[in-house]
């Protein structure tokens, strides 16, 4: 090799990003979705919190009066509130549908977008609640891990009726 070449490999090797070892898969996000919604038919917040990063966030809106309400929370705080509110739901169904999933180029991120169906039985009154998922995923000590979801919060039945 001469002079000019390892420069170049080194230079090359920066260019195209992470080590094959250290790049996301489309399969690890997918196991992660799938690990953690197994976790959430069984009321498991413990396994749930396993896979969000320290520095995790979740934001919901939904419709609160004539307007969107916003809520930020973090890791504990959204840990707390699944937490309580599977303690007091008599009953809970749980079903994630039309996932899509993407690895950034970098390859250390991830994002996928999902609707998340909830069916919860409260005091005797059922209701179905449906959330448009954005959810984002990080390389985090060589493991996948999500880092925020956001969305957008239906509350009712959001199930459109027959024919629309």
Same mark, same amino acid.
């Given at each position: 090799?001469?002079?000019y070449t390892v420069?170049?490999?080194?230079?090359?090797?920066?260019?195209?990003?992470?080590?094959?070892?250290?790049?996301?898969?489309e399969q690890q996000?997918?196991?992660?979705?799938?690990?953690?919604?197994?976790?959430?038919?069984?009321?498991?917040?413990?396994?749930?919190?396993?896979?969000?990063?320290?520095?995790?966030?979740?934001?919901?809106?939904?419709?609160?009066?004539?307007?969107?309400?916003?809520?930020?929370? &973090?890791?504990?705080?959204?840990?707390?509130?699944?937490?309580?509110?599977? &303690?007091?739901?008599?009953?809970?169904?749980?079903?994630?549908?039309?996932?899509?999933?993407?690895?950034?180029? &970098?390859?250390?991120?991830?994002?996928?977008?999902?609707t998340v169906t909830?069916?919860?039985?409260? &005091?005797?009154?059922?209701?179905?609640?449906?959330?448009?998922?954005?959810?984002?995923?990080?390389?985090? @000590?060589?493991?996948?891990?999500?880092?925020?979801?956001?969305?957008?919060?239906?509350?009712? @039945?959001?199930?459109?009726?027959?024919?629309?």
């Amino acid at each position: 090799m001469d002079r000019y070449t390892v420069p170049l490999l080194a230079a090359l090797l920066l260019a195209c990003g992470p080590l094959a070892a250290e790049r996301m898969t489309e399969q690890q996000i997918r196991q992660v979705i799938q690990a953690t919604d197994a976790a959430a038919q069984e009321r498991d917040t413990g396994s749930i919190g396993g896979y969000l990063s320290e520095d995790f966030e979740k934001i919901i809106e939904f419709p609160h009066e004539k307007y969107m309400a916003r809520v930020k929370l &973090d890791k504990q705080q959204y840990l707390e509130l699944i937490d309580d509110g599977w &303690d007091s739901a008599e009953s809970y169904r749980y079903h994630r549908g039309e996932t899509v999933i993407h690895v950034m180029p &970098d390859g250390v991120s991830g994002l996928s977008y999902s609707t998340v169906t909830e069916n919860v039985t409260l &005091d005797g009154d059922s209701m179905v609640s449906r959330f448009r998922e954005h959810a984002f995923y990080a390389l985090e @000590d060589d493991r996948v891990v999500i880092t925020r979801i956001s969305g957008h919060t239906l509350v009712g @039945d959001t199930t459109p009726a027959s024919g629309q």
